[in-house]
């Protein structure tokens, strides 16, 4: 515990000269690492309370469980990888199609249905420690193969573009607010620098809630009836197996995100941390694990808070058990959940709008980054089939398990891609060369090319 939990100071702990890091394992002065703890907290908070509202789930458990998340994770990881575990956005439609919530769409949460999310939630968690375990003891090198950029960017994306109706159900309740925070959130992201320019999402979101307050949407009594401290409120989960079908994509993108932060942090730090990956997959499915006993949304690693590092170019692991310390202290403040909760229907549905786009186009990225030959036709079919079964939404009942557009298309795009490209070398099948409209002029397109960014939140 102590190796997770020590640093040494770097230099003289208040300047950093120019094109110095903070290392993992250093920290800046504590003033100074509390700074930017904060810094990491603002970055992450925008998304995170987001998904407890869109899913009815507390907004004060859920900052409690990732506080908690990401102490553990730096504890399992050694202190080596920094990371802060935010909400996952990868879960909203697997919980939303059992539960049912519409986000202040009038009807409350139903709190048993709810109870058998948190048992999806759990139930993907342990499917994630237990891949954590084995890439931990048996390499990575299993997960590039069964996921290539082509799959990985195909599950990303249906996972967003699948949503894409609750977003437009939310924006009907209140247009007008909702234009005003896709519109604040777009003008944010372009207008400022830095910091700021990150936090468009968070900025966005209180320009349409001072909006949402101008025209009387927003009801106060729940924020004025709240203890100002108190502990969160914890909700015990229950298990029916027939649902895991929903949560099992949820998996992939989850250990596309985990490995793809790993590699993000060790391309910017210098470090190997290859050896450190099935542990980070391992932490991430112990803290989700966690997260679902008690009612808070799922856990994982966040892109946000690797822009502050790229930023600051500090990777204290100090700063992100300060910044856990904090959420911790805010998920205390019962007045403070309240009034997050009360955020209405029109601004979730423009920051909805916002961030399943999102989602859909990281998985875009991912494809772009990695160069993946669309020419071939492995790769065309494999996306084409997925993304329309999960943006239909088809689904597949079998007995007592349902398979919705979102399963149905990651495991497509799995089934697709390596059975067609097995039969293909089989048969001895001729791929056309990439066109000058698939791939950059003398590009090297390589089938299992890995260079993954972060991908979901």
């Known amino acids: 515990m102590a190796q997770g939990f020590s640093w040494k100071l770097h230099g003289d702990g208040k300047t950093i000269a120019p094109g110095e890091i903070v290392a993992p394992n250093e920290r800046l002065a504590w003033p100074i690492t509390i700074g930017v703890g904060g810094q990491h907290v603002v970055a992450m908070f925008g998304a995170t309370f987001l998904v407890p509202l869109l899913t009815g789930f507390d907004p004060a458990t859920t900052l409690f469980f990732t506080g908690i998340g990401t102490l553990l994770f730096i504890l399992i990881t050694a202190g080596k990888i920094p990371s802060y575990l935010g909400s996952s956005f990868a879960f909203l439609a697997p919980i939303g199609a059992v539960t049912g919530y519409v986000a202040n769409g009038g009807a409350p949460l139903d709190e048993a249905k709810a109870s058998l999310a948190q048992g999806g ?232 709008t916002v961030l399943y786009g999102m989602i859909g186009m990281l998985g875009i990225r991912i494809w772009v980054q990695n160069r993946v030959d669309f020419s071939d036709p492995v790769n065309l079919n494999t996306a084409a089939v997925a993304m329309v079964v999960a943006i239909a939404n088809y689904t597949w009942v079998a007995g007592d398990l349902t398979f919705s557009g979102i399963a149905l298309g990651s495991f497509g795009a799995i089934i697709i891609y390596h059975s067609m490209r097995a039969i293909s070398r089989w048969r001895g099948t001729t791929i056309e060369p990439a066109t000058p409209a698939s791939a950059p002029a003398g590009a090297e397109l390589e089938e299992g090319a890995l260079i993954r960014e972060h991908t979901v939140d």
């Open 121 to 352: 939630v759990i139930m993907t968690g342990a499917t994630l420690a237990l891949i954590g375990l084995i890439a931990h003891f048996a390499g990575t090198k299993w997960i590039d193969k069964l996921m290539p950029p082509v799959v990985t960017g195909a599950i990303v994306s249906l996972i967003g573009f699948n949503l894409a109706p609750a977003a437009w159900n939310n924006v009907q309740a209140a247009p007008i607010t909702a234009v005003v925070t896709i519109v604040a959130i777009l003008l944010c992201t372009v207008l400022f620098k830095g910091i700021l320019g990150r936090l468009s999402i968070l900025l966005g979101v209180i320009i349409g809630y001072i909006t949402a307050i101008i025209r009387g949407e927003v009801n106060f009594d729940a924020v004025l009836a709240a203890d100002v401290v108190g502990l969160p409120q914890f909700r015990a989960p229950a298990f029916d197996f027939t649902l895991f079908a929903l949560f099992i994509p949820v998996v992939l993108v989850l250990v596309a995100e985990n490995v793809g932060h790993v590699k993000s942090v060790a391309a910017m730090t210098g470090d190997d941390l290859d050896p450190y990956t099935g542990r980070a997959l391992f932490a991430d499915g112990v803290a989700t694990m966690l997260a679902g006993s008690g009612g808070g949304s799922a856990t994982t690693t966040y892109a946000e808070n690797i822009g502050v590092m790229a930023a600051t170019r500090i990777y204290s692991t100090a700063a992100y058990i300060v910044a856990a310390l904090m959420a911790l202290a805010l998920s205390m403040l019962p007045q403070f959940g309240a009034a997050i909760a009360t955020i209405p229907q029109g601004v979730l549905g423009g920051a909805a």
